[in-house]
């Protein structure tokens, strides 16, 4: 990975909410492959990163390149053409679709998509459930819907919003499962996670962030180096 051109590069952003100045210069680069969490109270800007990477923030500046790629000059709907699927904390499951359904709404974006069935070995739980309407799963199968619509799609990197927010250990444990084995398959995760246990299991990288800014960057190797830093400003 040494030397080699990030998959996602992000510098200088600026966003805006209205008036409101959300981000303040932020930097970050994910290497193809890697999984890298965000961490942060809440408030200080994880979210609107990954919103804005999306381009779903409009009002903001400073550079995001994603696979040679320059995001700000892209539509809307362009941006999950270029690879990257996003799946926000409210997870945006069709209430009245049913899992089927659901899964294969959104469009193929790129060839390596996984097959109804592929997501179904993955996901036992929603395979056992593919005739119901999503108001009718839990939040845990919400969240693997909600992460396995995108899987279908070809995307090759994977915005997380907090996935594991509100969700049993058990559904936990099994989403860090499947985070580890798309990573085997060669799949780049930019996570926001509250959940540091869980985070701190799966991430190869992290960025702390305040104030809308990131304030540090550093490898899972050096994570006990980092504790009394990580203690002070998330009091994990």
Do not use: C
């Not at 119901?132 to 819907?145: N, Y």
């Not at 559904?171 to 869980?198: D, P, S, W």
């Amino acid at each position: 990975m040494a030397g080699a051109a990030p998959l996602l590069s992000v510098r200088g952003l600026n966003a805006w909410y209205g008036e409101s100045h959300a981000l303040h210069g932020v930097d970050i680069d994910v290497h193809r492959g890697e999984t890298v969490t965000l961490l942060g109270r809440n408030g200080v800007g994880k979210t609107t990163t990954l919103r804005a990477i999306m381009g779903l923030i409009r009002k903001r500046t400073g550079e995001i390149a994603f696979d040679g790629q320059d995001l700000m000059r892209l539509p809307l709907h362009r941006t999950a053409y270029a690879g990257i699927g996003f799946v926000p904390e409210e997870r945006g499951i069709f209430a009245s679709l049913t899992v089927d359904e659901n899964l294969n709404l959104p469009p193929v974006v790129a060839k390596g998509g996984m097959s109804t069935e592929e997501i179904f070995g993955l996901f036992p739980n929603l395979k056992e459930r593919r005739n119901s309407q999503g108001i009718k799963l839990s939040g845990g199968e919400q969240q693997m819907l909600a992460i396995a619509r995108m899987l279908r799609t070809g995307v090759t990197m994977l915005l997380l919003d907090e996935p594991t927010e509100g969700l049993a250990p058990v559904i936990v444990q099994h989403i860090g499962e499947l985070l580890m084995t798309l990573k085997a398959r060669g799949m780049t995760v930019l996570l926001v996670e509250q959940n540091f246990r869980f985070a701190s299991r799966v991430a190869d990288r992290f960025y702390l962030m305040e104030h809308g800014k990131v304030v540090s960057g550093f490898p899972v190797g050096e994570l006990s180096a980092h504790m009394d830093e990580l203690h002070d400003v998330l009091g994990v």
